[in-house]
C-alpha cells in the first residue's frame, strides 16, 4: 500500500465505476470519489471501495477537479476518470516511482482509448499522453466547463505503462458525447465573447479531417479512422453553429 490519494469524478457511471476502483483497490491508501448527483447506483457501487464519497454538483468541469484534489489527505494524487482503469504495469510503475522519492513533480501517463472493444491506435489518439499523476501542491485546472487545461510546475516525468480508457461504448455514446461537448464549447466562446466567423470555422473544420486521418495516420484504422477523422472536423462546425444559435437568442432578446 502507497501513500497516493486516487480522485474520481463520477455522473451516472454505474457501468464503469467498479472496474475503474477495482483496478486501484488494495494498493492506494485513498480513493476519492466526487459524484454530481448520479441517480443511478453508482455511489452503492463506490461504497463498497471506499467512504470518501463527497456529493458536490458539478458547475464547471475544471473546478470540481480542482475541489477534488484538493480533499486529498496524501501529497501525491492519481486523477481517474470513471471509464479508465490502471493495469498491473501501470501500477507497478507508479509505485517504483512514487517509492523512489522521484524529483519530479508529476507523470503523464499513456492511454490506450477505445470505441467498443477497439483500441484506435492512430489519429492522436495514441498514446496522447496525459497529466494525471502529480503532487496536489504543485498542479491545478484551468477552471474552464470544457477540455480544461492541466498545468503544473517543472519538472515532469513520463510513465510508460498506459491506462486503458474505454470512452465510448458504441459510435452512438461517441455522437452523444460529441453533442454535449459542442454545447459546452460553444457556451464558453459565448461566455467569452469570442468573434467567430463561418470561414475560419469551414477551414478548421478540413483542418482537423485532414491532420487527423492523413496527417496523424488515422486511415491505418480502417473505417474506424475515419469516424474519428470526420467526427474531428464535425466537433469544429457544430460548435459554431451552436455558437451562432445563442448570438441570435441574445440579439432576439435584445429586440424585444
Not at 441517480?39 to 475544471?62: C, F, L, Q, W
Not at 481517474?80 to 512514487?98: G, P, R, S
Not at 457544430?238 to 440579439?251: D, F, G, P, T
Amino acid at each position: 500500500m502507497i501513500n497516493l490519494s486516487v480522485v474520481v469524478l463520477t455522473k451516472n457511471e454505474e457501468k464503469n465505476i467498479q472496474r475503474c476502483l477495482e483496478s486501484v483497490a488494495g494498493w492506494v491508501n485513498e480513493i476519492i470519489v466526487v459524484d454530481d448527483g448520479s441517480t443511478d447506483r453508482t455511489v452503492d457501487i463506490a461504497s463498497k471501495y471506499t467512504d470518501r464519497i463527497i456529493i458536490r454538483k458539478m458547475d464547471i468541469e475544471g473546478k470540481q477537479r480542482n475541489f477534488g484534489y484538493a480533499q486529498a489527505k496524501n501529497l501525491w494524487v492519481l486523477s481517474l476518470d470513471a471509464d479508465e482503469l490502471v493495469t498491473e504495469e501501470l501500477k507497478n510503475e507508479i509505485k517504483d516511482a512514487l517509492n523512489r522519492h522521484t524529483q519530479y513533480n508529476g507523470f503523464t501517463i499513456p492511454r490506450k482509448n477505445f470505441i467498443g472493444d477497439y483500441w484506435v491506435r492512430y489519429g492522436g489518439w495514441y498514446p496522447s499522453p496525459q497529466l494525471k499523476l502529480f503532487r496536489k501542491d504543485k498542479f491545478r485546472y484551468e477552471e474552464v466547463s470544457v477540455h480544461p487545461r492541466a498545468f503544473m510546475d517543472e519538472p515532469c516525468g513520463h510513465l510508460k505503462s498506459d491506462i486503458i480508457h474505454y470512452s465510448n461504448k458504441n459510435i452512438a455514446d461517441f455522437l452523444s458525447k460529441l453533442n454535449n461537448q459542442t454545447t459546452r464549447e460553444a457556451e464558453k466562446w459565448f461566455a467569452q465573447n469570442k468573434p467567430m466567423r463561418l470561414g475560419r470555422f469551414v477551414w478548421r473544420a478540413l483542418d482537423r479531417f485532414i491532420r487527423t486521418y492523413i496527417g496523424r495516420k488515422g486511415y491505418k484504422d480502417g473505417f474506424i479512422g475515419f469516424v474519428v477523422a470526420f467526427y474531428a472536423a464535425l466537433y469544429q462546425f457544430i460548435s459554431y453553429l451552436k455558437y451562432r444559435e445563442l448570438l441570435l437568442e441574445r440579439k432576439e432578446k435584445g429586440n424585444k
